[in-house]
C-alpha cells in the first residue's frame, strides 16, 4: 500500500486514490486537428523513473492531484493540486 | 509453412537420454554457445526473451536467415519470459486477434518436434467463466467467432462447469457461475522450456545469443538503421528487430519514436505443491482471477494489474489481498492452502490490449511489442510473424492489422472495450 | 519403538500428556513441543518422502527451513498438505500423516524412481516425453502430475475465519533474539511506539536454548512487560517487505489448538507502517553436500542443539557432528553432556581452540576432517582431502556449513546484499528504506555481539524516528569470538550429494546444469528446480550457488544469489483474503426500497454492485412467466419498477449549460427549464462513453443521470475535465445517487395512476407533456417528476429522498391497485428495452460509436465536444462498420441466441455482425433480437442467417429497425 501525499488531505492510503496516468499531455485545443488529440489520448513518454501523473482522490476530497512519482522505485516526490504546478525538476 | 528441421547434432531422445546416463550425463553440450558477438549481422535481434529468440530461430529455419545476432542486456529469458503464468490459447473474438493467435497454437502444437525441445506444452484446456446473461452474450459472441473462423470452442452450462471443476463455488453469492466458454486446445507451457528450446534450436542453426549486452543506442543514417550501440560496443546490421517486452518505450525512445504504450506492473503468485486439484486453467471474469496447475502440483495464479505505471517488478499489497479474496470466493477450497512465491512483471500495456508487430517509419527497424500480458501464448506466432515481417520487409496477413497506425486510423483491436486506459485493461 | 525423551529438561510441561496421530499411529507428547519433537522423542525417525526419488527421509532441522518433515495436518475441510512437523505446535488431537508416498511411508513403489536416478538427471523432461506426440498429455504428464505435489488439498470449503489488522508504529523489530529484544528495549525505552513480531510461540530466538544467559533474557521480558509503548506479537512471522516502509505479517492466533475457538480467527494478516524497522531475524544454518546428507538421521547441529535444550530429546545416540565452524562444538558438547552414546566432531579445518575444551568432556574430536558418506547407520570419516575413510558407527549425522544471515527481508526491501568473506555468506548492504540489520541477520553471531548490536540498533530506529534515546540497561559481555570458519559446500565423493533436499537435487545436476550452459544462477536454479520448494532453499541454496561457481570456475560471490521475494514463509491463501471473501468480496449495494422487494417475492441478482430485482415471482410461475406477466402489466395497464440504481449528478453554475454541452454530442444549453433531453457522451477517442437523460431544473442548475454502471467514471470524468481541464467553467456538481430514489410508473394507465398520488402538479398531456420536468408531492412528500420512458409506453419517473421511498411507492402501488398495477423487475424492464430497441449495456460496450447505434446525428455542428475529433478517423467514420438493427427469426418458433453471428449464408464463416441482446416479445410472441450488422442500414428487410456454431444453430432471421414496438414513438406522448 502506498502513501499518496493529498495536497489537501495529508498523506493517505492509495486505496482512497484512482489513477489515470501521465499528467503531462495536455488536451488540445478543440481545432487542434487529429495528430494533436492523438498524441494527447495516446502517445506515452512513459519514462522509467520520474513520472508525473493524475491520481484521483475518490475516497477523499475527489481532487484530481498531480504527483510526481518514480517508476522505478515507486518513490513519492511531490504533489500538486489540479490547477497547480509541480516543482521543475526532481534529481 | 514449417520448414522442416535440419537434423541437430546432438539431438535429445529417450535413448540417448539413457546412453547418456550410463556416462554420468557427461556427453551433454551447451543448449546455446556463448559468442563473442561478430562486427556485423544481417539482422539484429534485440531481447533474449520468448519473442526475440522465437524471432531468430523462425528466421533462420523458415527464411535462411542465419547470419542473426540476439543481444541481451542479462542472461536470456529472465524478463516476462519467466515471469509469466504460462497460459496458452486463442480464444480471441476480434478477428485480428483470432488470426493470430490460432496460427500461435498451431506452431504451440508442433513446437516440441520442431525444435527437439520438450517445453511441455499440455493442452488441457483454458476454461472462461462468466457470471451474468449479459456475460454470457458477449462470451458467446467470442465464442461463435471462434467456430467461424475454424478455431475450437465451447459453451458449458452451469451443471458441465460443476463435473469439469467440481472445485468451483458455482453459487457464490455475488458472481454466481452461469457457464463457460471452454477452448479444450488451450492450456499451457513450461515457460522457461520454450526459451532454451527456441535457444538452442536456433543457436544450432548459427544464431548468436549474445547475453549480457545492453542496448544503449539506434545508429541510424539517413533515415535507415545501420546497428546497434551497446555495452560491448556498436555491432552493425542491416536490419534490427526489437522485442523487449516491458521496455519496449525506452528502445523506442532511443529511435526517436513515442508509442502508444505504458508499462504496467503484473503480479502472479505459486502455491505450495500440490497433489492434482486442478485440471485445465479457469479464468473468472467477473473476480478478476486466473489459476492453472503445474505440473509439479503449484497452483499458478493471478489477476489484475497493480493499476500504475511501473517498471519495478515490485508487487504491492492491495492487489494481493484483492486477488486472494477473489480465489477464496471462486474456489474455497483454497483457503488453507499456501502461497509460496510472489513475483511481477513489466507489462507493455498498449491502448488498446492488442499487440503490434510492425515496421516503423525508420528502414530498417521493425519493432515487436505491447504484449499486455498476453505475450507467453503468442510467443511462436510473434516471433514467425516478425520473421516473416523482417525477412520481406512487409508484414504476413496474420500480423497485417498488428499495427502502431491503428490508433492514428481508429481502427483499434480492443477485444474488452476499456479504451485508451492501460490500467483498466 | 523406545522413548527418546530425556529425563529432564526443556521447555516442556512434562506434567501434562497430549495424544496426537502420525500415519494412524496413536502417539503423545507434552505442550510445548513440536509435532517434529514429539515424533523424535516417540522414536519416529522416517516422516516422509522426497519429491523426485521418494527417498526416506527424517526431520532435519527445528524450524522454518525443514525440507522433509511435512506432512498433511488435520483432516477434512481443514486438511492442511505440506505443514512442517518443526512449526505446528503439539495439541490434543493433532492428526497428521506423511504425504508423497504409495502405499505407505515405509515401503514406496514409487522410490524405484531412485534407480533410475541418472536418467532422471536435472531437466531430463526437457530431453524426451516428445514421441509419440499425443503421448504427452495422455501418458507421460498425469503420470508426472500424480507422482508430484506432495500432499492433498481439502476439498471443501474452510470452515475457518480470517482478519486483517493493520498497525503504525515508529519502530518494528523483527525477530525477538537477544538482538531483537535489546532493540527493543532501546527503542522502547526511548519513547517509540514499538511493535516486536516473533514468529515463534515463544519469545527468545537463540536465547532460548541458552542456559547461560536465562536470568538476562528473564529480566528483558518483565522490562518489555512494564513498557506500554512496546508490544509483543508472538507466532507472528513478517513476511514481506514491501514499499514505502510498509511489512506485512501472518500471525497465527489458533493454529496451536485443534480447532479455534467461537468467534475466533484461525490467523491475522497484519500490515505494519513503520517510521523505522530493526530486522533482527537471525540466521540459518547451511547444509553440507555429501552423499547420503538427505538419510534419515542427518539433522542440522544448531536443530540437534535445540531438540536437546528446548524440547529434552535426544535425536541420537551415537553422533557424529561435521563442521567448519566453530558453533557445531556447543551441539557436540551438549550431546556428551546428556551422556547418549559415542559423540565424534569431524571438524575440516586442521586446528580449533576449542577442540580441547570438547575433547575434556569425552568429544572423540578429529580435527581436518570430512564425512564423505553416510547411510543411516555408519559415517564415513577421512581426512580432508582424501581418498580412505574409516567407517564411524552413528545413528545421527549433524551437518554445519556455516550460518547465513536471514537477509530475505532487507533484500526484499530493495536493499542490496553485499559478500562477506570471513562468514562466506551475504549479508544486508546499503538500506534503501528506514531499515537496519542487527545481531546474527547481520552477521554478528554470539549472544553478546548480539544483544550489543540490537541495542545500537534500536537507538538508532528511535533517533530516526525522532525520539531522544536513553536506553540504560544491562547487557550480556561480549564473549570470545569465534575463530574463521573454513568454507566447506561439498564432500566429493561417490553417492547423491544433495543441496536441495525437497526438491532432489544433487551436486550433480548443478554442474549437469553448467555443463549445459545453464550456467547462469537463475537459469540453474530453474532448469534443476533448486531452491524453489517449500523450504525456500533456506538449507542449501548458497551450496548449489557455491557448486555452481567452482564448476564456473568462479568465486562464490561471483555468481550471485536469486532475487529475494515475498514471502520469507509461506502463507495461507485465505489468511490474505481475510473478511473479504465470498458475499463479503465487495461491499452490497441495496436501493432504498430493498426491504420492500425482498418482502414481495422479488428474486434478488447482483447486477454490478447493486442487488436488484430480476422479477417477482408469484406462487406457481416457473421460467418466463413472472417476466411476461410484468411487462404484459406494463404494456397493458401500468408498472412500477425501482430505477434507483441509475447515477445522478447535480450539476450547477453559471457555466453548468457550457459544460454539458462539451461532455455531450448534443446540446444542453438549448434545453428549457422544466425539460429534459437524452444525451450521449463519448470518450476522448470517440467511443460512445455513457448515456441518460439530463433534466434542466433552473438557468443553472441541471440533474445528470448515467447508467448503473457508470454513475462513478462518469462523475470522475467530469471532475477531471472541470478540475484539470477547463478550470476556468463556474461550474460545480456533486453525487445525489444515495439522496434519490426512483420510481418508474409505466403504462398506457401510467398517467391516472401518478394523477391519483400526486398533488401540486396538472399531469395532463399539454401540461406536462413527453420530457416535461416537474415537482409535486405524494403522501405528502415532496418528489420531482420527470417525463421519460425506457419501456416505450406512457411512463414518467418519480424521484423521492430516499428516506421516504417506501411511502411513495406504496402510494402509487395503491392508485394503481384499480387498474392491475404490477411491480416489475430488470428482465421485464430489459424484454422491454429489447423491444423498443434502446442501447444498453450490451450495445454501448465500449466498442461502439454514436453512428453505430444510430445516433450519429445527435452530434451538434459546431462547438468543443470530447470525442468529436477521434470520432471523425477513417476507422470509425467508416459508414460500413456495424449498425444497430432489429433481428426477427422469420420463423417465428425459433429461438434466437445472444453472441450469435449474422452470416449470408448458412455455411459461411464471414460474420457479418453479431446479436447484442434478445428476449422474448410479448408483442411479436417470438423471439427478437437487436444485432450491429455492417452496413446494416441498407440491409433492413433482408433475409439473413443468425448462427450460432456454439449451439449448433442456424436461424433464418430478417434485418428490422432495431424498434421492434412503436417505431413512430407514440405511445411515449400519449
New interface residues.
Partial sequence: ???IPCPYCGQRPQDEF?Y?GDATVK?PA?D???QA??D??YTRENPRGWHDE?W?H?AGC???IKVRRNTL??AVAASAG??DALPEATP | MLARPEPIADR???W???TE??S???G???????PEPKPAYDVIIVGGGGHGLATAHYLASVHGITNVAVVEKG?I??GNA?RNTTIVRSNYGL?SNTRFYEWSLKLWE?L??DL?????????GVLNLFH???Q??????????M????VD???LDREQVRAMAP?I?ID?????IFGGLLQRRGGTA?H??VV??FARAADRRGVDII?HCEVTGIRREGGRVIGVETTRGFIGAKKVGVAVAGNTSRLATMAGLKLPVESHLLQAFV???????IDSVVTFGA?HFYIS?S???GLVFGGDLDGYNSYSQ????PL???L??????MI????????????AGIMDMT?DSSPFICKTPIDGLYFNGGWCYGGFKATPGSGWCFAHTIANDAPHAFNADLTIE?F?????I?E?????NPWAQ | MTSRRLPAGGLIDRSKTIRFSFDGRELSGHPGDTLASALLANGVRLVGRS?KYHRPRGIMTAGPDEPNALVELREG??????SKATEIELHDGLVSRSQNRWPSLAFDVMALNAL?G??L?AG????????P?RF??TLY?PL???A???????????P?H?E?MHAHCDVLVVGSGAAGLAATRAAGEAGARVILCERDALVGGGLLICPQHQAWHAEMLAALKALPNVEILPRTNVF?Y???N?L?GLEQVADHRREPGEHEVRQR?R?F?AKQVVLAAGASERLIALPGNDRPGVMMAGAALTYLRRFGVAPGENVVVFTNNDSAYETALALAEAGLGQVTLADVRPQSELAGVVAARGVQVRLGTEVAGFDGKVALLRPRGGTLGDPVVADLLCLSGGWNPNVQLASQS?AKTRWDATLASHVPGEP?QGERSAGAARGLFGIGAAAHDGAEAGEAAATAAGFQSKPGFALPELGRSEQALAPLWEVKAPGKSFVDLQHDVTA?DIR?AH????A?I??AK??T?HA???D?GKLGSLVGAAILAEARGEPVEAVGVPTH???TM?????A???H????H??P?RRTALHDWHLRNGAAM???GAWLRPFYYQKPGETGWAPIFREARAVRSAVGICDVSTLGKIDVQGPDAATFLDRLYINSFSTLAVGKCRYGVML?????VFDDGTTSRLGDEHFLVTTTTGNA?PVL?HM??HA???W?ELDVQFCSVTDQWAQIAVAGPKARETLAAAVEGLDLSNEAFPFMGVGEGTIAGVPVRLFRISFSGELAYEVAVPSSQAETVWEAILAEGKPFGIEPYGLEAMSLMRVEKGHAA??EL???TTAADLGMGRMMKKA???IG??????????DPGRPRLVGVRPVDPAQRL?????I?GEPGS???LG?????TQSIEHKCWIGLALVENGESLKGQRLFA?????QESVAVTITSPHHVDPENARVRA
Avoid: C
Avoid at chain 3, 475441510?77 to 505440506?82: D, F, K, L, S, Y
Avoid at chain 3, 506432495?150 to 474452510?158: I, K, P, Q, S, Y
Fill in positions: 500500500m502506498h502513501l484512482h489515470r488536451r478543440p487542434a486537428g487529429e488529440f492523438y494527447y489520448v493524475w484521483h475518490y475527489r481532487q484530481w522505485t515507486h489540479p490547477a | 535429445y531422445s529417450a540417448r537420454l539413457l546416463s550410463l554420468s550425463n557427461r551433454w553440450k551447451p543448449a546455446w554457445r556463448k542472461p529469458g529472465l519467466g478477428p508442433g516440441e518436434q527437439n525441445y520438450n517445453v511441455m506444452m499440455s493442452q488441457r451474468s446473461d449479459s454470457r452474450d458477449a462470451t458467446a459472441r467470442r465464442g461463435n467467432s467456430r467461424l473462423q475454424g470452442a465451447e459453451l472445485f463455488a457464490n453469492p455475488m458472481f454466481p513450461r522457461d522450456a532454451w528450446g547475453e502455491s505450495e505443491a500440490i497433489k492434482p486439484m473476480g496447475q505440473d509439479k502440483g515490485r508487487g504491492n499489497l494481493v489481498e484483492h486472494m479474496g477473489a480465489a477464496v470466493s474455497p477450497s483454497m483457503s488453507r492452502l499456501r502461497v509460496l512465491r510472489q513475483w491502448m491503428r492514428r486510423d481508429g481502427r483499434m480492443d474488452r472495450g476499456a479504451g485508451p | 519429491f475441510a481443514r486438511r492442511e498438505p505440506n533410475a541418472k536418467a538427471s531430463f523432461y526437457y530431453k524426451t516425453f516428445m514421441w506426440k504427452w498429455e504428464e508426472i502430475r500424480r508430484a505435489g506432495l500432499g492433498r488439498a481439502a476439498t471443501e470449503a474452510d475457518d480470517y486483517a514481506g514491501y514499499d514505502h510498509l506485512g494478516y500490515t507502517r530493495g534503501v550433480e549437469l555443463r549445459e550452459g545453464y547462469h537463475e537459469h530453474r532448469y528446480t524453489m520448494a517449500t525456500q521475494r515475498p514471502y509461506p502463507v495461507a491463501v485465505g490474505l483474503a481475510g473479504t471473501s465470498g458475499a468480496f465487495q452490497v441478482q447482483p447486477t470518450r476522448e477517442d470517440g467511443i462513478a470522475e471532475e477531471f478540475q484539470t481541464v478550470p449495456g450490451p460496450n465500449g466498442q462547438g468543443d465536444v468529436r475529433v477521434l470520432a471523425s478517423r477513417p476507422g470509425l467514420a441466441r445472444g453472441g450469435a453471428h452470416v464463416g464471414t460474420s453479431w446479436v447484442s441482446s434478445v448462427v450460432s456454431p456454439l449451439h
